[in-house]
């Protein structure tokens, strides 16, 4: 059974661009959640997707959007980067919303210049 | 105030010994679910070890065990027998049943010596 996978692996952009990250989760999961990783605030929840609708949301500003189409797979969308967007993006897959146990991706490397 | 906290920024430990990462947390939910992570250098979240607030019996996954102690609201992660592929990042999460999301600790960065 494949893994979660995200494409692409590393972007760099310049502030003010927007920026879209994809992830697939494993065959048959539902749920998908966004985290933020950063050596100075660690992982950060963003967002979590089951059956296409946003059922939880972190404390992240309204630049941050995402969203699930039909076949589970998400997107994570950044409008106006900022420095501070500069981060490893992780996306995880679980059998059901809430699920215990998450599939991690390898994550995007995302820099902004 | 910090939910998850991990003490233990870095740990050297040597190969073959039993390791224990530290883990407090802090919630007023009876319903919640604690987490073990590993994250090698590769940068990919690998899940290791689940308890849950209502569980009686402590986690074990193979070489991983939780040691849960409710009343001190702490879940430490047991590693017997390390492995020099130990060597990583483990962070420990908790999820409460109210809000449902996931909050992650600093983590802390084993290294295994041969």
């Known amino acids: 059974k494949a893994g979660v996978t995200q494409t692409p692996r590393y972007l760099i952009k310049t502030r003010g661009q927007q920026v879209t990250l994809s992830c697939s989760p494993i065959?048959?999961?539902?749920?998908v959640s966004w985290y933020q990783q950063t050596p100075g605030q660690g992982l950060q929840f963003l967002f979590e997707?089951?059956?296409?609708?946003?059922?939880n949301k972190g404390n992240f500003p309204g630049r941050f959007s995402g969203r699930q189409f039909s076949n589970s797979r998400s997107e994570m969308n950044v409008s106006t980067l900022e420095l501070g967007d500069s981060a490893l993006y992780l996306c995880a897959s679980s059998l059901y919303k809430g699920g215990d146990e998450q599939f991690f991706g390898p994550g995007t490397r995302l820099t902004v210049l | 105030a910090q939910k998850i906290t991990q003490t233990q920024p870095g740990m050297f430990v040597q190969e073959k010994e039993a390791v224990t990462l530290d883990c407090t947390y802090d919630t007023s939910d009876p319903s919640y679910g604690l987490f073990w992570y590993k994250q090698p250098s590769s940068g990919e979240m690998i899940f290791l070890i689940y308890q849950g607030s209502y569980d009686q019996q402590n986690a074990t996954e193979g070489r991983y065990s939780l040691n849960f102690q409710k009343a001190r609201k702490s879940a430490n992660l047991v590693i017997s027998a390390s492995q020099l592929g130990d060597s990583a990042m483990y962070f420990c999460?908790?999820?409460?049943?109210?809000?449902?999301?996931?909050?992650f600790g600093k983590g802390t960065r084993l290294h295994i010596l041969p």
């Open positions: 065959s048959g999961h539902r749920s």
């Open positions: 997707y089951f059956s296409e609708t946003q059922r």
């Open positions: 999460a908790m999820r409460e049943g109210r809000d449902d999301k996931i909050i």
